[in-house]
């Protein structure tokens, strides 16, 4: 399954979709997706997708919410251990993420969105979540947690405050004994700095000396005696904090099941609207799924390729028709074609939207694959003979409930039996009645499928004037490489081509030359004969337009009067207010042809020429005919 998925690219699939999870879990569950073998399984798991995004469209994206620790947390408070404050506080963050998308499902639930109903799977735990706010703060246990704690800690600072007193006494005091006119703290005491001379007229304890030893840092005998007194309020508030953190512990404990609901129903929902947004990040619509053994497709495209560049194409099989056979040129999209469509059904069983305008995918037990080379230079397997041991792998799998796509079936060895084993394998595939996709470019194999029932051709497009891949998909119809069409356009001799239709075709070399409008002999497409083609085509249509037709003229939309029809070039002359200009026929749009305006033989010199024009035209013809006339005589 592993290497199907990532034949198919499904894997990439998956990872797309973990980036749009939030949770560990969700993420997990991502990269773990397999298809649902039950019909049931999967139609619920499509109207969730669909669900959840409804709701993301209506009421935008759900709050993220993060999980982060809660397990080990819950694990602790289970066996009787005290946690931390911190720890505290990120529950307490925890709960509030659970109120907001208990708030976000409950805006959902006027809409009557099933999924919305997940709200009621959920406690954000208010009263525990109020208790943790009041009683911790900042990462530590608060001041007003308890009045015991809050006198404690008063009196902690009155002591506090008469240590640094006594110190700031003696400092005064003895001024001459002294280094520094402030005390310190040093190893955590209430030390003043004597001068080394001077330490056996201060009564006290050497707690720490400077570096250069001049320096004595002593705590003060008085200051030692409430030294100790604070010590021991210390140990109490220790205690009176601990029993503080033990209750709040103790109550979450109790509430161990619903906290750990909570989590699954998140991260179930975490999972379902991940689901959503990659639906929507690709433009996805829910399949419809069935037993029966037909597929139906219409606008398919790969969701990873970008949407402006994929070429949609409608597919089927089914129905009597098991197997299609997909020709046409390399590059045409036969390999993006059959993967495309083994995507989107391996999608919709797995509970996913599809990309496509709309699609109707049957239940498979198994999607296998033949695609790519296969070269396995570990195993020193040639191209042909990984190919056909992963292709007797899957016709010993297959069975009638199977879809089976294989890429350039029978290639990588001699032409003929290359050709043999291509049908061959075909013919076991007909007997498994499963559905297959196969490409080839073995034109015997396409006679093979036009003969068999069970069977249908298939063909990708391709663009001759261009040279071109369309990317479409012709159903009922056999393709071609179009390998000597594109070798004349790009300039082979008439013998080169002759020569490679009789070693390919024998007997039938004129008749695949004529398939590509040669006939007996090849007519080598020059570029200045395909020139001539398109100047013909662009004469017909410039001619279209008539003297004296009426004419809008683009992109300015000013209406003028043609005063010359078009030459070889498709360039037409108008008239103007004031001027004649030369233009495009492309540029030009008939706004009123020119027998709705003027008489039948009408004189248009009349409005082009000038007075003086006429004159010497008149003139010219006149003396034109005298000697026509001379001439005769």
């Known amino acids: ?55 993301i469209t209506i009421c935008g994206n759900p709050p993220a919410t993060a999980l982060k620790g809660i397990e080990e947390w819950i694990l602790i408070a289970q066996k009787g251990g005290c946690l931390t404050p911190e720890q505290l506080e990120e529950i307490a963050v925890v709960f509030a993420s659970v109120r907001r998308i208990k708030d976000y499902l409950n805006r959902c639930k006027q809409y009557e969105i099933g ?6 799977n959920l406690d954000s735990f208010d009263e525990i979540g109020k208790l943790i706010h009041e009683k911790i703060r900042n990462g530590k246990v608060d001041d007003f947690a308890s009045k015991r704690l809050k006198s404690i800690r008063e009196s902690m600072e009155r002591i506090k405050e008469k240590m640094h007193e006594r110190a700031d006494t003696i400092i005064r005091t003895n001024k001459e004994c002294m280094s520094d006119s402030f005390s310190t703290i040093r190893n955590g005491h209430l030390c003043i700095p004597v001068k080394k001379e001077y330490k056996y007229k201060i009564n006290g304890t050497v707690i720490e000396k400077s570096a250069t030893g001049n320096t004595i840092f002593m705590e003060p005998a008085q200051v030692t005696k409430l030294y100790g007194e604070w010590q021991e309020l210390q140990i109490e508030e220790e205690n009176e904090e601990r029993q503080i953190l033990y209750t709040l512990t103790g109550l979450l404990s109790d509430k161990t099941e619903e906290i750990v609901r909570n989590n699954q129903t998140i991260e179930k929902l975490d999972f379902i609207f991940a689901k959503a947004k990659l639906s929507i990040d ?8 069935h037993t029966e053994r037909w597929i139906q497709i219409q606008q398919a495209r790969h969701p990873l390729m970008d949407q402006k560049i994929a070429v949609p194409f409608d597919f089927q099989i089914g129905n009597g028709k098991n197997g299609v056979i997909i020709t046409g040129p390399n590059t045409g999209g ?3 074609a059959i993967k495309t469509v083994a995507l ?25 694959c033949d695609i790519g080379d296969g070269q396995n230079l570990s195993e020193n397997l040639s191209t ?18 199977s879809l089976v796509i294989m890429d350039e079936l029978g290639s990588g060895t001699d032409p003929a039996e290359g050709m043999g084993i291509a049908i061959a394998i075909l013919e076991e595939l007909k007997k498994s009645h499963a559905l297959f996709l196969v490409t080839t470019h073995y034109p015997e194999v396409k006679e093979y499928a036009e003969k068999e029932k069970e069977m249908v051709n298939a063909r990708m497009t391709f663009d001759r004037e261009s040279l071109q891949p369309l990317y479409q998909m012709v159903i009922g119809e056999a393709g071609d490489s179009c390998a000597f069409f594109i070798a004349a356009r790009l300039g082979m001799s008439k013998g080169m081509l002759q ?3 009789q070693a390919a075709y024998g007997e039938d070399a004129k008749e695949k030359l004529a398939g590509i409008g040669m006939k007996e002999e090849i007519k080598r497409e020059t570029t200045a004969s395909i020139q001539k083609k398109k100047i013909k085509n662009t004469q017909k249509k410039a001619l279209e337009f008539q003297l004296g037709d009426s004419v809008m003229v683009l992109p300015d939309k000013k209406i003028g009067i043609v005063c010359q029809t078009a030459n070889e070039k498709g360039v037409l002359r108008v008239q103007m207010q004031g001027k004649k200009i030369w233009i495009n026929y492309k540029r030009v749009r008939l706004h009123v042809a020119a027998s709705e305006l003027y008489p039948e033989n009408y004189d248009f010199s009349v409005i082009f020429d000038s007075v003086e024009k006429r004159k010497a035209l008149h003139q010219m013809e006149r003396k034109y005919v005298e000697e026509e006339f001379w001439y005769k005589e």
Do not use: W
């Open 1 to 55: 399954m592993i290497e199907t998925e990532k034949l198919l690219e499904f894997d990439k699939i998956k990872e797309k979709l973990a980036e749009f999870a939030c949770t560990k879990k969700g993420k997990e569950e991502s990269l773990q997706l397999k298809p649902y073998l039950a019909e049931r399984e999967v139609l619920a798991r499509l109207r969730e997708t669909t669900e959840a995004k409804q709701m």
């Open 115 to 120: 999924l919305a109903y997940y709200e009621e």
């Open 282 to 289: 690709f433009d996805g619509i829910e399949p419809s799924i």
């Open 334 to 336: 036969k390999t993006v």
């Open 344 to 368: 989107i059904c391996l999608m919709a069983q797995c509970g996913l939207h599809v990309s496509c305008k709309q699609a109707e995918v049957c239940m498979n037990n198994q999607i296998l």
């Open 384 to 401: 042909f003979s990984a190919h056909i041991t992963n292709v007797m792998d899957i016709l010993c799998r297959v069975n009638q409930e």
């Open 499 to 501: 020569c490679a239709a």
